[in-house]
């Protein structure tokens, strides 16, 4: 038996596929994206098709929705070619490459600008109610492997509101064609939102109590947040220890109370992380440090 040897790979074609196809099942436009860290996968489609798993990646923040998807266009290259006497030699692969404008605001445009040349997993949402990313295992379901160009924000004139230009560089155009899956969950994108940050405002301060807003919104945030409960907090002493307070709900103006002693200026409040509740996740942009008690 003689041995074969290959010098640069396997070269041998596959052979020619079935082709039988009673009706074409394509997919629909995508409308929003959501990236993950690389390393994020889901361990099954079923998994992938479960909104809890979703949400679950998203407050580990090993998952991102991002925001919605207009005017996407295709913008691929082709391969560069170097012609011989009697053959080609490609001298520089072509990419998939695709384009959108994100018409968001000035505090959405610096959350998606972090991600600026960033390599990411990205998952895509159809206006057909599908998610589309790849399983090259056929069991595992994950994001596309790309980098995001994160553009400036293009100023609004009068016939255009302001929108920020973002481009995907594919890190391998047959990804999807060679190893894409098509997911029909029955829950929708909307249902799947980001992380909102949260600004902590004080109300008022004493050695035994101290009165707080949670509020949430663009900027320094107008919608105060009222579903939190005891957990959801930590205050924490000018040393860094935490602290046991009595937790009061929020009132009618979503104030909350927390009742206790010995409390001084220096004592920090924040939340405990990503909090996650029925209607949204939150996270604290920064903790409050209280001021103000004589």
Known sequence: MSNHILECGNQDEVGFRNTGAKEQCLEGSVYR???????QEFATAAEAKELDNWKAARDAKTLFPLFEVDELANANTE????????????????????TYNAFISLCSHYALKSFH????????????????????????????????????????????PAYTPVTIEYADHNEFE????????????????????????????????????????????NEPVTTLASGDVVLKNASGATQSPTFVSAD?????????SSFANGFTLSLNGVV???EASYEAVAALTISGIS
Request: hydrophobic content about 35%.
């Open 79 to 98: 391969d560069t070619l170097k012609e011989l006497r009697q053959r080609q030699i490609v001298t520089a692969n072509g990419k998939k490459i695709q």
């Open 117 to 160: 040349n960033k390599k990411v997993r990205l998952y895509g949402f159809t206006d057909k109610q599908e998610i589309l990313g790849v399983s090259p295992d056929g069991t595992k379901v994950r994001g596309q492997l790309v980098t995001l160009k994160v553009g400036r924000r293009i100023d609004a004139l009068a016939d255009n």
């Open 178 to 221: 060679d190893n894409g899956v098509i997911l029909r969950p029955d829950w929708s994108h909307i249902e799947l939102d980001g992380i909102f940050d949260v600004k902590i405002q004080q109300v008022s301060a004493t050695a035994s109590q101290i009165k707080f807003r949670v509020l949430v919104g663009c900027g320094a945030g």
């Open 276 to 278: 996650s509740k029925p």
């Open 252 to 260: 009618s103006e979503g104030v909350y109370t927390l009742n206790g």
């Open 33 to 39: 994206h959501a990236v993950s860290v690389v390393s």
